[in-house]
């Protein structure tokens, strides 16, 4: 169920310490490499731990391992165990553990194919900063908590995590947390969020969930948080920031996941999983189809995104591309008018690094859940936000 995993060393190590490059060879000089052998394995609930053997020599500086041929983890010391934390269970996967060789070859794979039975259910959490859904200091934010009530802890699939309790929380059980943070006046920065999520210890027992594993779907305000523990730098974070009272409107506010609509670089991403369901259509004289979120009425427009002009990237095509590279992301979605390739407010960030959790951010305006007088296009909000926790929560 669980796409991540985090990594812990067990390791029996033979005494060298060679830097070695990490360059995939052509299977050509992989052959007659020595390989591992006699892969096997143990468990203990969701903790898996690997063994093998392997006949070393001066000619060898490390281990290559793999989960399901993705994200290889390269070791510079010559292991013998390796300890996989919160495997993901009920269904097959396959691990495969390589030699890595001072002239940068990599030798041929040893798999093994590990089946884990774990009938403990997997739920989503919601951290709540205060005492009670009723004590939060904000409708947007007392309206998602109940939702989530609702949809997941009254359904068994989901708890309330205290904020207070963040650094207890089991990660075999909470695979997922969700923190929608939604409130006016605040100052911009992470350092200004209010309800204890500026806290040094919240913040180290996040970037601790995250290193471990842990997913997180961050929302509104809360998408600074991407700052405080460290996945994005400083001159990465999100800097169009609004927390005012909005305003009176009649038009229809939408979600533009056609990124760059009509340009000559553009990349459509309203095919993703997140929007399985969602209704998709044509608004305000826009040329393209986008998701309506927020009907006529009055509106926060609390946003909480990333300008792309302001920010300066190496590599890539466009500033989508030079984005994604540099925070290792896909960029899913902006205003429903903007079809310039310099706003995104919609990001799926993936496992990078120390961060072997999965984290979804989403600082859109049009993501309001107490739109005064009712949104027409609630369902809307609910099912994206529904899609997003269930990724995040198998």
Not at 230 to 238: L, M, V
Not at 264 to 289: A, H, K, P, Q, W
Request: proline share 3%.
């Amino acid at each position: 169920m669980k796409n991540i995993f985090a990594w812990l060393l067990m390791a029996l190590m033979a005494g060298w310490f060679v830097a070695c490059n990490t360059i995939e060879p052509e299977m050509s000089a992989s052959a007659g490499r020595k390989k591992v052998y006699n892969l096997r394995y143990t468990n203990e609930g969701r903790t898996l731990y690997l063994t093998w053997d392997l006949d070393a020599d001066t000619t060898m500086c490390g281990i290559q391992i793999a989960r399901n041929g993705e994200n290889p983890v390269d070791i510079d010391t010559l292991i013998t165990s390796y300890t996989v934390r919160h495997v993901t269970p009920n269904q097959d996967v396959l691990y495969t553990v390589k030699i890595r060789y001072n002239d940068s070859v990599v030798s041929e794979g040893v798999s093994v194919r590990v089946h884990l039975t774990y009938d403990m259910p997997l739920y989503a959490g919601y951290v709540l900063s205060a005492g009670s859904i009723g004590e939060l200091p904000d409708d947007d934010e007392r309206a998602a908590a109940e939702w989530f009530d609702r949809t997941y802890v009254q359904r068994n699939r989901g708890r309330f995590i205290p904020i207070w309790e963040l650094g207890n929380v089991n990660l075999d059980e909470v695979v997922c947390l969700w923190i929608h943070i939604d409130r006016q006046g605040m100052p911009v920065g992470w350092q200004n969020l209010t309800g204890g999520f500026s806290d040094a210890t919240f913040v180290a027992n996040l970037k601790a969930y995250v290193e471990e594993g842990g997913n997180l779907y961050l929302s509104n305000h809360a998408t600074q948080l991407l700052v405080a523990i460290g996945r994005i730098t400083e001159a990465q974070r999100p800097n169009e920031v609004s927390t005012g009272q909005g305003g009176w409107g009649a038009d229809v506010w939408t979600m533009n996941a056609y990124l760059g609509a009509g340009s000559e670089i553009s990349y459509d991403r309203r095919g993703y999983s997140f929007f399985e369901g969602m209704s998709l259509d044509f608004f305000n004289n826009y040329e393209y189809t986008s998701f309506p979120m927020l009907g006529p009425g009055i509106r926060e427009d609390h946003n909480c995104i990333w300008n792309l002009s302001d920010i300066k990237f190496t590599s890539g095509s466009d500033k989508i591309r030079g984005w994604e590279i540099a925070t290792k992301s896909t960029a899913l979605a902006t205003w429903g008018q903007n079809t310039e390739l310099n706003h995104i407010g919609l990001v799926d960030f993936a496992i990078s690094g120390n961060y072997r959790g999965r984290i979804v951010a989403m600082g859109l305006g049009c993501y309001e859940w107490a739109q005064q007088d009712g949104n027409i296009y609630q369902y809307q909000i609910e099912r994206l936000t529904e899609n997003i926790i269930e990724t995040l929560r198998k």
